[in-house]
C-alpha cells in the first residue's frame, strides 16, 4: 500500500472543494480506508458519490482521486479495494460536467481525469489480460474504451483476451465510439 499512501501524501486535499461542500481533506482518510480494505457507505461500497462524482459533474478532487485510483492498480491492494477503485475510475473518466466553482476557474474536470488515466493506459491493459476477475477485467476494459485513442490496439486486446471479458466488451458494445488517435 505504500503507492496509494505516497500517491494520498503529495495531493493537497484541505485545499480542495469536496463535492459535500467542505474541505476535501476527509478524502484522504477515506482514500486510505479504501487502500487497506475498509468500506463505509451501504452495501460495502465507498461512499464517493456526492464527494468527488454525481451524475451531473465531477468536483475539485476528481483528477486527484484519478491518480490515487491509478496508484492503487499499482499497488498490492486487496481485490475488493482493486474493484472499488476502478468503479471510482470509471465514474470519473466517464464524467461529462464540472462543478460550477471549478469550471468558473476554467477547469474541465472529465478531461483532466482522462488526461491523468492515460498515463496509466499499461496498468489497464494489465487488469484486463491478467484473468484476476472478469468483472474487474470488464470494468479496466470499459475504461480504456473511453480512454485509449489507438484503437487498433484496443481491438487487438479485445480479441486476444475475449474469454476474460464480459459479453458486453467481447462484443464490441463498449468501444466502438471512443478516442480516436491523431
Do not use: K
Not at 454525481?54 to 491492494?77: F, H, K, N
Not at 474536470?109 to 487488469?127: H, M, S, T
Not at 476477475?133 to 485509449?148: D, H, K, R
Request: proline share 3%; with cysteine; charged share 25%.
Amino acid at each position: 500500500m505504500r503507492l496509494v499512501e505516497s500517491e494520498i501524501a503529495r495531493q493537497d486535499w484541505n485545499g480542495m472543494l469536496c463535492g459535500c461542500g467542505d474541505s476535501a481533506g476527509h478524502l484522504a482518510g477515506d482514500l486510505s480506508r479504501l487502500a487497506g480494505g475498509e468500506f463505509r457507505g451501504e452495501s460495502g461500497r465507498v461512499g464517493f458519490e456526492g464527494h468527488i462524482w454525481s451524475e451531473v459533474v465531477l468536483w475539485e478532487p476528481a483528477p486527484a482521486v484519478t491518480s490515487v485510483a491509478l496508484a492503487a492498480l499499482a499497488d498490492d491492494v486487496a481485490p475488493t479495494a482493486r474493484a472499488e477503485f476502478l468503479d471510482l475510475l470509471q465514474c470519473l473518466v466517464a464524467g461529462d460536467g464540472t462543478d460550477f466553482v471549478s469550471s468558473r476557474r476554467g477547469l474541465d474536470l472529465p478531461e483532466l481525469c482522462r488526461d491523468v488515466a492515460v498515463r496509466g493506459l499499461w496498468l489497464l491493459y494489465e487488469e484486463v489480460m491478467s484473468n484476476r476477475s472478469i468483472g474487474a477485467a470488464g470494468t479496466a476494459f470499459e475504461i480504456l474504451a473511453v480512454v485509449e485513442t489507438d484503437r487498433a490496439r484496443l481491438h487487438r486486446v479485445r480479441e486476444i483476451a475475449a474469454d476474460r471479458l464480459p459479453v458486453c466488451c467481447r462484443t464490441g458494445l463498449c468501444v466502438d465510439d471512443g478516442p480516436q488517435a491523431d
